[in-house]
């Protein structure tokens, strides 16, 4: 598997058998997909929706839920568009991509009381 930005439909699938076989997982527990290194496109999406899964949580939430203009929304649907990582992915937010039904589960940063102008982090383990 390559972890490209827009992997192909036979690599997610093939993630999907290999997760199966490998680890025993059953194939209808797998719901959602959270594309590695954050990496990910309006194609990633819209192939994640025709594979029938039913969300994504690549999308990341980067301002405190304390600032006005918070991108902390928790959890939404694609129908009316994505709403997270409008200015680092090309193709997202102001209605798109319209995915009904398609659930975004986004990951939340950590601040410090510095807020935005400090350090934050994904992932409170690191």
Known sequence: MTHVGA??????DGNLV?????????????KGFRSPNI???VDTLRQLYRSEFLYD?????????TDPNTDAYWPYTLDNGMA?????????CKGEPRLPGFW?????????N???????LYDPWL
């Open 7 to 12: 992997p192909p439909s036979n690599e997610i």
């Open 18 to 30: 290999a997760l199966n076989a490998l680890a025993g997982v059953p194939m209808t527990a797998m």
């Open 39 to 41: 990496n990910f496109t």
């Open 57 to 65: 949580s690549t999308g990341v939430a980067s301002l405190p839920v």
């Open 84 to 92: 997270n990582n409008c200015l680092s992915v090309r193709g997202l």
């Open 104 to 112: 975004e589960i986004p990951m939340y940063a950590f601040f410090d």
């Open 114 to 120: 510095y807020g935005v102008s400090g350090p934050h």
